[in-house]
């Protein structure tokens, strides 16, 4: 059985990272998006489990897909799951230095880790989860970002803490 995990920050999950999932479970037996607790970005937007959630609501059709939380190395997690491929999405060219800067240092210290790279669709090539955050709060369309049930979480988010900061400037004056 060919396990792989896809992991991310899915913070939140976009339509890149549907086609990526998508794809992998077409040609794997199991895909496991594992979101990781990225310490080095800033903190995010939703939870570990509000996008656990969202993700598995959009991959439910998909029977082959398990969606974990993890906070810890990925390579930890992968020899925890006896899985020795990881799947990185990429976008453009510049995702590539990054994710191949990653996936060596990966495999300094996990000699049986492999990772594959695996293009998005051209037509999300400019997606990505911050941009969809900005646009949000903006309240511009989504519907080219993210799916749409989590395109209303994603608005809910934002307009629940904007409404909440205006309520609060109004009563302080």
Request: glycine residues 4%.
């Amino acid at each position: 059985m060919s396990t792989v995990i896809y992991p991310g920050s899915f913070d939140p999950v976009t339509l890149g990272h549907i086609d990526v999932i998508t794809r992998s479970a077409q040609i794997f037996d199991k895909v496991i998006v594992c979101i990781l607790n990225n310490s080095s970005k800033k903190s995010p937007l939703f939870s570990l489990d509000e996008r656990a959630n969202m993700l598995n609501e959009v991959v439910a059709d998909y029977p082959n897909v398990v969606v974990e939380t993890y906070d810890g190395l990925l390579v930890d997690f992968a020899r925890m799951n006896n899985v020795n491929i990881l799947i990185r999405g990429l976008r453009e060219e510049s995702d590539f230095a990054c994710e191949f800067k990653m996936a060596q240092g990966n495999r300094s210290v996990a000699l049986e880790m492999e990772t594959l790279f695996m293009p998005t669709d051209p037509k999300y090539s400019f997606v990505s989860s911050s941009m969809a955050k900005e646009f949000a709060s903006y309240g511009m369309s989504l519907h080219d970002f993210v799916p749409k049930q989590v395109e209303k979480k994603l608005y809910d988010k934002l307009w629940k803490k904007s409404d909440s900061h205006e309520s609060e400037t109004v009563e302080g004056e």
